[in-house]
């Protein structure tokens, strides 16, 4: 099994572009989730799922877009960058219900100038 | 807003001593989960204790939870250089369903 994979691992923007990073997991998990990483800090959950067609906003949810087609898949779309957005995005995926760990996937370096 | 709070910041220690991070909580959960997180790298999933547990072993890894002040602890016992990294707890509410609530981490170097 791969677990969860992410690309691009490093992206630079400019103010303005879209762009949409994408997560894949071959585990099977129902439920897959999208967080930001900024220095220095814990991670903040922009957005998730809990099956396909099923998405719901997390914390930090303004200028992200997602959808959910695929159990496996679960693309982060940034509609217009912004320097704010400068951070690492981490996908996670874990199995629905109570008591089950969360797994992350490698990281996704986004720079925006 | 951020569900833990995490107690120490930073903890620089030597390799054979234990190093002790605790985690502070504010709502009622379902479990609370350490992750381990090397430079630039993933989490990775260390231990999950669940609401009605007090105490958890793994390894060198030993977790306690009050649920009665909201708190959990995380001790590593006999510290290796390769312990170097962040710890985060994450809580899981009771009104989340799978979604989980991270602290700010404590970055734990061990000096060899």
């Known amino acids: 099994n791969a677990g969860v994979t992410q690309t691009p691992k490093f992206q630079v923007l400019k103010t303005g572009q879209s762009m949409t990073l994408q997560c894949a997991q071959d585990m099977n998990h129902e439920y897959m989730s999208w967080y930001r990483q900024d220095p220095g800090m814990g991670l903040r959950l922009i957005h998730y799922?809990?099956?396909?067609?099923?998405?719901d906003q997390g914390e930090v949810p303004n200028g992200y877009n997602v959808s959910r087609s695929t159990t496996e898949d679960f693309p982060l779309r940034l509609l217009s960058a912004a320097p704010s957005q400068t951070s690492v995005y981490f996908c996670?995926?874990?199995?629905?219900?109570?008591?089950?760990?969360?797994?992350f996937g490698p990281g996704t370096r986004l720079t925006v100038t | 807003s951020q569900q833990g709070e995490e107690d120490p910041q930073a903890l620089s220690i030597q390799e054979g001593e234990n190093a002790t991070m605790n985690c502070s909580y504010k709502t009622s959960i379902n479990n609370l989960q350490w992750y381990r997180q090397n430079s630039g790298r993933g989490l990775v999933h260390l231990i999950l204790i669940r609401s009605n547990e007090r105490e958890k072993h793994s390894g060198r890894l030993r977790v306690t939870l009050d649920t009665s002040k909201k708190s959990s602890s995380l001790l590593i016992t006999a510290s290796r250089a390769a312990d170097t990294a962040s710890y985060f707890c994450?809580?899981?509410?009771?009104?989340?369903?799978?979604?989980?609530?991270f602290g700010e981490g404590t970055q734990l170097t061990v000096n060899p």
């Open positions: 994450a809580t899981d509410a009771e009104t989340s369903g799978s979604r989980l609530t």
């Open positions: 799922s809990v099956g396909a067609g099923i998405t």
């Open positions: 996670a995926s874990s199995r629905s219900g109570d008591d089950y760990e969360q797994y």
